[in-house]
């Protein structure tokens, strides 16, 4: 099973850009679906975007035009750069696979966004 580790939250004024990394131990493009989920205190995990093996990207509503999921095939990490954060956009960020549009493998320790100021 491939393992994902994702990195690079942290706290950012509103307005503000950050760049999470999803690093997988497996050549990416093994990978048919990727997708970035965020759980927010108190709130259930929700999919914020996804990107295919083929690069096509889809995004939940709430992100769209703000936030961009690349990928680095060199380095096997994909990743979630988000920008004109809202404090409503504060929650843990994680990485999965996706099978059948569901996420499919086991969730890592996530990163913590926070949006304040």
């Known amino acids: 099973q491939v393992q994902l580790v994702e990195s690079g939250g942290g706290l950012v004024q509103p307005g503000g850009s950050l760049r999470l990394s999803c690093a997988a131990s497996t050549s990416i493009f093994s990978i048919k679906a990727m997708g970035w989920y965020r759980q927010a205190p108190g709130k259930q995990r929700e999919l914020v975007g996804t990107?295919?093996?083929?690069?096509?990207?889809g995004y939940a509503d709430s992100v769209k035009g703000r936030f961009t999921i690349s990928r680095n095939g060199a380095a096997n990490t994909v990743y979630l750069q988000m920008n004109k954060l809202k404090p409503e956009d504060t929650a843990v960020y994680y990485c999965?696979?996706?099978?059948?549009?569901?996420?499919?493998?086991?969730w890592g320790q996530g990163t913590q966004v926070t949006v304040s100021s």
């Open positions: 999965n696979t996706i099978q059948a549009g569901y996420p499919f493998g086991s």
């Open positions: 990107m295919t093996v083929g690069g096509y990207t």
